[in-house]
């Protein structure tokens, strides 16, 4: 790890890569075909396929957070060839099951086998994997002899859909992990990352008696600030976007998504989300989707990617790395 001045924090040369990647979906799968009728009002069939979303799970009374989580952390967990006892730090993302006390990472830990691991929870909305991989990542590079960390992002976000509303037609439930490991020095892994907030903007996305209400400022705000991430990382790590392989950020709207490939110029091909069968899954969406992509074969280890996301509060982040 190195610390440049006014440049932000890299991880290139610290030997932190992704060595497994896992997600869970919720057995439900919800389909929108049509018309659709949620909470008494319908929405036309125009106007459900602007949203984008095809498709999107909601998790049972029985698969609750801490049961997500666990799954994709086992997930991660396998596809790392490793197990429980060889964890060192389990951070746990999510806003939509927030609690006092306790936090749900440590019981995440006691199902995993982590019995030695430090566990904790963090926020951050839809940026959470984001603070979780740049948390886990600080922690790890800090103690010497720490190697391994489970980072796990899961949200129930259907349960902050306000009944009637397009949300429920885009807000869908899941789990994304993914073991950060240290390593190699020269083995290439995790480059860079950011996390920012702006507190003038905090409620461009409010949340009242649960229900999230955005403000239609919001999409002209995240495009700004999801460019803001991408000139931040790309510039300081000397990278064109020419060299991308791909772009895989936190998914909002189709709106938000082609204002974001037309400021950066990308191809649309290398622009990737699972947002048209999943939904919005919050903190959630940017390690199932690149559990869900790497496991079909689009993703290839190697494949230099850039994630960026935003989230209420007003928070804005992004990962740079090689998978």
Not at 97 to 123: K, N, S, T
Not at 146 to 159: G, I, L, M, P
Not at 227 to 253: F, Y
Request: hydrophobic share 45%; charged share 20%.
């Amino acid at each position: 790890m190195v610390d440049q001045p006014g440049a932000g924090m890299t991880w290139a040369g610290s030997g932190l890569r992704f060595g497994g990647i896992g997600h869970y979906f919720p057995r439900e799968r919800i389909r929108h075909e049509g018309a659709v009728t949620v909470g008494g009002r319908t929405h036309s069939a125009e106007d459900v396929a602007a949203l984008g979303v095809q498709s999107l799970h909601r998790a049972d009374e029985d698969e609750t957070l801490e049961f997500m989580a666990v799954r994709a952390a086992e997930a991660a967990l396998q596809d790392a060839a490793a197990d429980g006892a060889e964890v060192d730090l389990v951070v746990l993302a999510n806003w939509t099951d927030r609690q006092w006390i306790p936090e749900i990472a440590p019981q995440v830990a006691h199902a995993l086998g982590a019995g030695r691991a430090l566990a904790f929870d963090v926020c951050g909305a839809c940026t959470g994997f984001v603070h979780g991989v740049q948390t886990a990542a600080a922690l790890l590079s800090a103690h010497r002899t720490w190697r391994r960390a489970v980072v796990v992002a899961a949200d129930r976000f259907t349960r902050r859909a306000r009944v009637g509303t397009k949300g429920q037609l885009v807000f869908g439930d899941a789990a994304g992990a993914v073991v950060l490991e240290k390593g190699d020095p020269d083995t290439p892994g995790l480059l860079d990352s950011v996390l920012n907030h702006d507190a003038t903007q905090a409620d461009a996305v409010a949340a009242r008696d649960g229900w999230l209400r955005p403000k239609p400022e919001l999409i002209d705000l995240a495009v700004r600030s999801s460019l803001s991430v991408a000139d931040d990382l790309l510039g300081r790590n000397q990278v064109k976007i020419e060299e991308l392989d791909w772009l895989v950020p936190h998914p909002g709207n189709n709106a938000i998504h082609a204002g974001v490939r037309d400021g950066l110029a990308l191809p649309a091909e290398k622009f990737v989300t699972n947002f048209a069968t999943r939904g919005n899954t919050g903190c959630a969406s940017i390690p199932i989707a690149l559990s869900e992509f790497r496991e079909s074969g689009l993703l290839s280890p190697g494949d230099l990617v850039l994630s960026t996301a935003v989230g209420s509060g007003w928070y804005y982040g992004g990962l740079l790395f090689r998978l």
